[in-house]
């Protein structure tokens, strides 16, 4: 969680995803606060005037001065404490909309929360297949849980293996997503973070992953997105449907795990 | 062996053979009681076994009460017939008011009966029973506390397996009679003291003092059973402490916004929860919003005193606070930019907003500056919006600086999922 970044859009999905972004810098005593906001230069050039209080430049710097009070004033953040970037591509992006729009930026989809932890604590949730992509996932989420004091929870669901006759989902999964567990496993330890694991053959994945969140009361789910899957992509399943705050990881971050 | 133990542990945890075990315990008690009391000249001895006949005769209206409520709901009755149970419990309690009125009017004679010429004094004015005092000698004694004993000890261990079974089962009818079989353990206990105060100390008043107490505790118990069927059978709900709880898990559900409605109530030991919920949330997200709610209302009510639980999700959106705000726009070649002032101004559009989103725009054809006051007046416009630090006044109309000039990010032109 090295950089947050909002995106200025005036709607009630904008100023909770400011208000989300802005707690979560809070929580973890972070600054600053980036606000993505589109130049806008050529809108600028259309209503520009020939004088020096209406110029081009005039009217970009009138922009931001608008749109730092509006943020101060929703946030609460001092205008210091909030930096207006016309980038969006490092760190964690909170918006909505973006989500579903950007798969190769890590976005946060506040889903309509105002802050992460406003309904009490609650464990983060990383689902896992048979992919080291959630490694990737998993080391965000065990650096916040540290850093928040929260637990995790590793979920997998697994189709049956009919040749088995064990009720036990565990006994069901393949043998790289053992593999990723034991991986996962290793890491939370490492880091000293509470953690758990749910496995279980769910019928349908995306349902599986939040039926399973609002079980456990989960406060975020970090998703890692696949690089391989071309139709079905679960975290758009998700992201379509969850009440719960989830942050999708691009396939291709550079993080390494 | 096993097959034996395991077919008795089903047999003790079966409410039928547990009330036919009750029957039993009052059949014994009945023939002992009214034989001896016979045989020592006590009517209170007597008295009390064919009140345990009257208890036979209630806890075979149990067996029929436990019998109808498992029969299964049909379309005549959607949640079965599990209230008839609290019927019971209104007799049941009635009758342990009453037996404890009784009781204590016992135990205030026998009281007086110390003082006779203030018991003299008091008859002559409140109609009290006539006390019989205990007769007894050395050779009926050990048959006496015998049978005191036994029925003490009975009376307790059978209420407590019959309240536990009750419990476990669902059936408030079961319970209740195991808190009147709890009752009857009381009075005997004080007829048990009564007769050893006799004995060793030759004070029998000592059972009248306590037998005062001992009406108490069935008066209350009589009492919270009478309230219990009471307040079931007319619907009322299953307690504040519960809807408080029911209300606080709901607004921990991500998503909830609000609880509008929260309406309980009981049908036999299955709690119904009517619940309105207040979200912004879409129809795909409401279907996880209830699991979730679902999950944790009906964790928490199973692990109160209810055996199932019934629960009605109503979602509502919030109230839109519904108003119209307009934009100055220039709009040169399907391009849209918020103008600085009216005069650069090619159209007005006007927002219709809901829930703080603009979710319906229509742009109309800039009126002359002398009619934009009465133009957005009619259209009834809240709010103007220009991009301009400090915006030109319209007559009548409230006007605002809009944060940025370009039309999506103040909402205009949304960008759809």
Redesign the interface.
Known sequence: MEKITCV??????G?LALLFASDLLKMLSATPLYVY??A?RS??E??A?ADQN?SVEA?LT??N???L??VAAITGLPPEQIVLSGTDTSGIVVDH?MA??RAELDVLSP???KALLA??KGPLLVPFGDSLSALQAANIAIELAARLTLPVVFYHTTWKDETLASPSAEDHMCAEAKQVAEALRNSATAAGVEFSFVIETADDVA?GI??CA??Q?VRLIIMPRSAKTTIGCYVNQAL??????LLAVAAKSGRQP | MKALMNRLQTLAASPFAVMWMVVGMYAVKAVLKIGIGQSINSPMIAGDGFHNLADILEALAVLLVIWISKRPSSDDYPFGKKNVEFFTSLAIGSVLLVMSANFALQSLSGLLALAPSVDAAVRSIVPLPEHHALVMDNSTFRYVVALALGSVIASFLVSRHQKRVGKASGHASMVADGEETAGDGKIELITLIGVLGEYFFHAPWLEYPLGLLVAGVIAHTGWELFMGGFRVLLQHSIGVEHEAEIRRRCLNMVGVQDLSAVKTFQIGSTAVCMLTVVTEHNTSTIAQMKYGLEHTLKEYLLASDFKDCELHLKFQKPEPNRHRVAFAVVNKDSHLVVASTVEQASHIIICDVEHDDIVRSKQEPKPSTAELSAFLKRKRVTCFYLFHPQPQAVEGVQVATAPSFQAHLVGLNPRSR
């Open positions: 200025f859009r005036r709607s009630t999905e100023r906001l589109e806008g809108d600028a259309q209503i005037g209406n009217l009138e922009q001065a608008q749109v009070a509006e909309n579903f729009e889903s309509r929360e309904r009490g349902e939040l039926q609002l079980r009361s379509a449907k969850t009440p719960v705050p």
